[in-house]
């Protein structure tokens, strides 16, 4: 099946919604669950995925702490803040907004 790049301006949400529902999670576990939830279309990379988790812990959306995976390795186990919560229901409006744009552009033409 062919993998698609997430679109531009996305990943925030797609990482916060994943804590919101799963919880504390470390990086492969966020990966994996978005590329579950997608049925393997969306494919996050470590490349994208480590600088926004940093630019997320900079503006206080989540939370990091070490921890031990399943498989007893050390890995930084990140959560969902209050602010990340309220960060959350900006992002999904913003993208309900942006979507149902584009959706009526597409059904007009």
């Known amino acids: 099946m062919r993998r698609d790049e997430i679109p531009p301006g996305t990943l925030y ?8 529902l799963y919880g ?13 939830s ?8 470590e490349g994208s995925l ?3 988790l940093q630019r997320m812990l900079i503006k206080g959306w989540v939370t990091a702490e070490w921890g031990v995976t399943s498989g007893n390795r050390r890995a930084r186990y990140y959560s969902l803040t209050s602010v ?3 960060q959350l229901t900006i992002e999904l409006s913003q993208f309900e907004r942006v979507f149902g744009a584009i ?6 033409a």
């Open 13 to 20: 949400l797609l990482i916060l919604k994943t804590l919101s």
């Open 50 to 52: 480590y600088p926004a």
């Open 103 to 108: 959706n009526r552009v597409i059904q007009t």
């Open 24 to 36: 504390p999670l470390h990086g492969y576990e966020m990966v994996d669950s978005i590329q579950q």
């Open 84 to 86: 990340g919560r309220k």
């Open 38 to 45: 997608s049925e393997d279309i969306l494919q996050v990379e």
